[in-house]
């Protein structure tokens, strides 16, 4: 009888960090490089990616006026794992895509996080990482609190049932030649995707829901930031 196992060797995972956006919500702040509690919120992501076991690299997709602050907080933050910090397409489904084939031609699998989500945590970062080992493509989310209308010219046409609905967030971890496949059919078809999973989804795949948290909000208005900062208030 083997007293000792060999832990089995995992996929070489690289992480994309969507920073891209604008700040047409945020009535011009940059919300990647505004701080929380003194450090900025695109920071948080990074360092919650640092400190994961799961992860190998990290490349940013940037705008163009964050390739050079980005480049700084990754040195000031000691981001040893972000090898590359390129200028993001026009969507973000350009810009995931265009940093998908910065990665290490080793990978097998990549991570996509929003940079606008400070906090997120490492335990949820590896999480994602190794649902997506076992079912190719996988995504936090929880599930909706508020009843959902569909609406159609400004009338109700369906309200579907709550308890099967989810809010998907970030992280995302899929196949990374899977993950590629999909954004190009997407982007040749003009179908504008608002997630990595929705990309999957449309050939036919199903990706594995991973229990998120209501904290992990993205940052998308003003006020966003001080709930942000309540959190981590309370978190400590």
């Known amino acids: 009888m083997r007293l000792f196992q060999k832990k089995k060797k995992r996929p070489f995972t690289s992480a994309v960090v969507a920073a891209g956006g604008s700040a047409t919500r945020m009535g011009g702040i940059n919300k990647l490089l505004e701080e929380i509690g003194g450090i900025p919120v695109v920071a948080y992501s ?55 084939c910065e990665c290490d031609s080793q990978a097998a699998f990549a991570l996509v996080q929003d940079g606008a989500r400070p ?13 997506a080992y076992d079912f190719q493509c ?21 309200t579907p049932e709550r308890a099967s609905l989810y809010a998907v967030q ?16 997407a982007l040749r078809q003009g179908v504008e995707v608002t997630d990595d999973c929705a990309a ?27 709930i942000a900062q309540l959190w981590l208030e309370n978190k400590g």
């Open 119 to 131: 906090l997120v945590t490492t335990e949820l970062i590896d999480a994602v990482c190794e649902k």
């Open 46 to 100: 990074l360092l919650a990616l640092e400190k994961s076991e799961c992860i190998d690299e990290i490349v940013i997709a940037a705008s163009e006026e964050n390739l050079l602050p980005i480049t700084d907080i990754c040195r000031d933050f000691a981001i040893h794992k972000a090898t590359k910090v390129i200028r993001g397409g026009s969507s973000r489904a350009e810009s995931v895509y265009k940093a998908l």
């Open 170 to 185: 970030t992280p995302q971890a899929t196949d990374i030649d899977l993950l590629k496949g999909a954004l190009v059919d």
């Open 200 to 226: 999957v989804e449309r050939l036919h795949l199903q990706p594995a829901i991973v229990p998120g948290y209501y904290e992990n909000i993205k940052i998308t208005t003003p006020e966003d930031l001080e």
């Open 138 to 158: 996988a995504t936090a989310a929880v599930p909706v609190k508020d009843t959902i209308k569909v609406v159609r010219d400004g009338l109700v046409v369906e």
